[in-house]
């Protein structure tokens, strides 16, 4: 059977900026196939590159936690729809973004897991996790779109 | 990538984690762990000696499982998370939700 995943990679190289690689990869909502769209996006992201074990443990972490997000809460696991990842290594940090086609979320209002009354909820990590283990988060205005930046060093 | 069940002497239901525990196949841990509760089975062990990866929904079935087996009065151990797998619930603090044991076996004399 034919992977409804997308993939592009481009890698570049110059003496002022260093060597970059940008992949991106567009799949279907459906949580099938998040496992693979993580190992093509860590593999491609990584190849050539040096990458502590941790570097690559969070940045699996976060894109699976993000891509579930995204597939199930912004997409609603609707088929018919896509969510998009960027995934640009550079010398100095790790910029993944992931795109879902949903009407967004304010992130704000997502209830802290670690509060005695959350931390026997099966749900509600995903986000705390992303939070704990990459440098940077970010959200577009409408909420669809989120930006993590995880530094190399 | 999958679950195995096994009964040893000891009576503990060892459920071996092949793989990843992830939002794909959680559903398929917890009905063999409702399927376990309802054949009268009450002490469990979830073991993650050969697991790779556990995603955050895979924390929540642990925690709902977890749950299931206490509301009949039931015990749940963990055994074999990996430095990385041990982050994650530490992170979440899960650590102090679960027995965790670094081996299956620590785990079975723990009952």
């Known amino acids: 059977m034919t992977s409804p995943l997308r993939l592009c990679v481009r890698r570049t190289s110059s003496e002022a900026r260093g060597s970059a690689t940008l992949v991106t990869l567009r799949l279907p909502s459906d949580v099938n196939c998040i496992e693979e769209a993580v190992e093509l996006v860590t593999r491609h992201c990584l190849a050539g590159h040096d990458a502590t074990r941790t570097i690559r443990f969070r940045l699996r972490v ?4 993000a891509l ?6 912004g997409n609603a696991e609707d088929h018919t729809k896509w969510v998009e990842i ?4 550079v010398p100095e940090a790790i910029r993944v973004s992931v795109t ?3 009407p967004g979320f304010d992130p704000g209002t997502v209830p802290e897991p670690l509060r005695p009354d959350q931390l026997d909820e099966a749900g509600g990590r995903g986000l705390y996790l992303i939070r704990k283990l990459v440098d940077v988060v970010q959200f577009n205005e409408q909420g669809n779109s989120i930006c993590m930046i995880l530094r190399r060093s | 990538m999958g679950f195995s069940q096994t009964k040893g002497s000891s009576g503990v239901v060892v459920v071996q984690v092949d793989g990843q525990l992830i939002v794909g196949n ?3 841990l917890k009905d063999l762990v409702q399927a376990a509760l309802d054949r009268g089975e009450r002490r469990m062990l979830v073991d993650f000696s050969r697991t790779g990866y556990i995603d955050s929904s895979g924390l929540g079935a642990l925690v709902s499982i977890s749950k299931r087996i206490r509301e009949v009065g039931g015990e749940l151990r963990l055994s074999g998370l990996n430095d990385d ?7 979440t603090k899960l650590d102090t939700l679960f027995a965790i044991t670094e081996t299956p076996e620590q785990a079975l004399t723990s009952f």
Not at chain 1, 62 to 65: A, D, K, R, T
Not at chain 1, 86 to 89: G, M, T, V, Y
Not at chain 2, 85 to 91: I, K, N, Q, T
């Open chain 1, 62 to 65: 976060v894109l699976s936690e």
């Open chain 1, 86 to 89: 960027r995934a640009e290594l």
């Open chain 1, 100 to 102: 879902d086609e949903g």
């Open chain 2, 85 to 91: 797998l041990r982050s994650l619930f530490e992170l």
């Open chain 1, 68 to 73: 579930s997000n995204a597939i199930m809460r």
């Open chain 2, 26 to 28: 959680r559903h398929e």
